[in-house]
Nanobody, 124 residues
Framework: QAHLVESGGGLVQAGGSLRLSCAAS????????MAWFRQAPGKEREFVVG????????NSADSVKGRFTISRDNAKNTLYLQMNSLKPEDTAVYYC?????????????????WGQGTQVTVSS
């Protein structure tokens, strides 16, 4: 099993940056593909960016390409999301998720574990 805890959210002005972290418990972090999802008020949860269990492959939603970067440190059991050039439409609760797969997917249904979420608010 894995327990995921996000941190790093907050309030930032448009154009600013934030770095989210997701700490995973257990010794099997490297067996999971990881991803960040987000959910804005009144909207469905959406895929943001994912990374393979080795860290060698990433995929992201078109809306964040060139602005958001996902990375992982398997030695520290930690997932990161560097968010640059933030926009008001990036405002949402951000969740990390783990899937027992080699590659991340946009399908939220295949993820086995979820964090509790961290709020990101971007002011205009």
């Amino acid at each position: 099993q894995a327990h995921l805890v996000e941190s790093g959210g907050g309030l930032v002005q448009a154009g600013g940056s934030l770095r989210l972290s997701c700490a995973a418990s257990g010794r099997t972090f490297s067996r999971y593909a990881m991803a960040w999802f987000r959910q804005a008020p009144g909207k469905e949860r959406e895929f943001v960016v994912g990374i393979s269990r080795s860290g060698g492959s990433t995929n992201s939603a078109d809306s964040v390409k060139g602005r958001f970067t996902i990375s992982r440190d398997n030695a520290k059991n930690t997932l990161y999301l560097q968010m640059n050039s933030l926009k008001p439409e990036d405002t949402a609760v951000y969740y990390c998720a783990a899937a027992a797969l080699p590659l991340a997917t946009m399908n939220s249904g295949v993820y086995d574990y979820w964090g509790q979420g961290t709020q990101v608010t971007v002011s205009s």
